[in-house]
């Protein structure tokens, strides 16, 4: 690089002096000095700017020439453009031993690529290999032949090399790594360096210049590669954009997709799949791996709840096996036979399940009536000991909390009904529900009993909340606490009655004491 050692002056452009010699410059304006003087050595060195250091680096053999790179028009992005300047020269200058591409000694086409952003660069390539592995270039290159016809001889021997360029190209760094893989006798091994993202552009370009082994690769790799969420549908679009012939692209997508091979006449049953993972989820023994899958079969299920993917009888078909599971067992432990006493929890739990999938699918009003029709388990609560029948009570609080919210919507028959039958059992349970359930929400179920009562017809209401007041007032915290819900049944009977408002405030004292 040329030793520069004076500080240089261009337009607007100053390099910054040092201090010695701007104190020299002020004494010399002022005529303190000789003009014919001769100023003082700069001992300094201003450092050149990246574009000249590029400009002045001396060429290397075998490597691509500085010229072969143009800068753009737009002066605004220069530290960016330059930047990635110095990313194609060493790209273009990165070969393997014995490798021929970009080879100026050999080749005898330049072909040039610009970008959008007006970046261009040129490459020595070899017309051989571009018309041997590219339909695109192939008949580029003969018709460039066939326009220059006498001077073949001079194209073939380097004098007078072909002219080839591609404009528009959304990433000239991928159009370099896609003719350079022309050049690799393993594209397979070549593209193992690069992710899934790049080797879709690659595949993208390769599709575009009929470059065909460089697309067989690129599904090759796809097909064996993991995925990233938001690369796989990455892959699906470009595939489906591209619509590639062949068998490759329909093995990529088989990883996403059962139903790509033409002619398949036979599709999976979805329905048997999920009914499948269902009854594993609910004949799995390790508890912890059954709540942790019982979450995330939720989220699959909620995710695509659109779809007519399980069907509302098959639902109801298991959960009319659970329910007959814990009624055996019920029924013998209320008998004082507790061999299988764990099965009652376990398949309170898958009801309360399933129960939560029939409320998020929105068809779960069959699953309270056959609920509140289980008089004669509700009958014989009582005989068996709290710590192994709480649990069952969790399944009324989620019906409770359901039609609290507005997520069930059943006739006042039948939520009579469930009143009736299950309302007396879930004040029996409320201690051990509170203690024992984990992440119980208590104000949550509360509201949702309130909210239960108060869509009955007021004289039914007044009926349960006169025997909840009492209960409540000897009970305390060993009762869900549904003051809310009386307040509201007592303005709704009471508030026209100036007289009432009295005994509204006492009756508010009173449960507010206790």
Sequence with gaps: MPNTTSSVYSGNYQETLPSSFTQFNSALTAGLLNPGSSPPPDKTRSSPTLFEMMANEPENNGSVPLTSLKRPSNCNVVDKQGLMQQRLLEMLSCNSPGSQFNDPNSSDVKLTLSGKDGLSVCMNVHRQILVTNSRFFADKLCRKVGQQGGQLRGLIDNVNPCIVEIADCDDIEVYIESIRLMYCNDLRRKLMKDDVSRVLGILKVSAAIGFD?????????????????????????????????????????????????????????????LLKLLHVVLEGKDDKARRDMKLLISKMLHENSSNNDLRKESLYSACDKCLNLLKLHF??????????????????????????????????????????SQIELSEVHSKVPAIHRYEISRVTARLFVGIGKGQLLASKESRCLLLQTWLVPFYDDFTWMRRGSRG????????????????????????????????????????????????????RAFWKNPEAKRELHIANANVGNS
Aim: aromatic letters at 10%; glycine letters at 6%; charged letters at 30%.
């Design 213 to 273: 082994a460089g697309v067989l690769s690129c599904l090759e790799y796809l097909e064996a590669a993991p995925w990233a969420e938001d690369e796989e549908e990455k892959v699906a679009s470009l595939l489906s954009e591209l619509r590639l012939e062949g068998l490759g692209a329909c093995e990529v997508l088989k990883r996403v997709s059962v139903d790509v091979t033409p002619g398949d006449d036979e599709t999976p049953d979805n329905q048997e799949i």
């Design 331 to 372: 029924f013998k432990a209320s008998k004082g036979d507790f061999q299988d006493v764990a099965q009652i929890t376990r398949q309170s739990g898958n009801l309360h399940w399933l129960l939560d999938i029939l409320i998020d699918r929105q068809i779960s009003e069959d699953f309270l009536k056959l609920w509140a």
């Design 440 to 491: 119980l929400d208590r104000h949550l179920i509360e509201e949702g009993l309130s909210n239960t009562i108060l869509t009955l017809p007021l004289a039914w209401q007044q009926e349960i909340l006169m025997s909840w007041f009492d209960r409540f007032l000897n009970s305390g915290d060993d009762c869900p606490n549904i003051q809310r819900g009386f307040e509201v049944w007592w303005k």
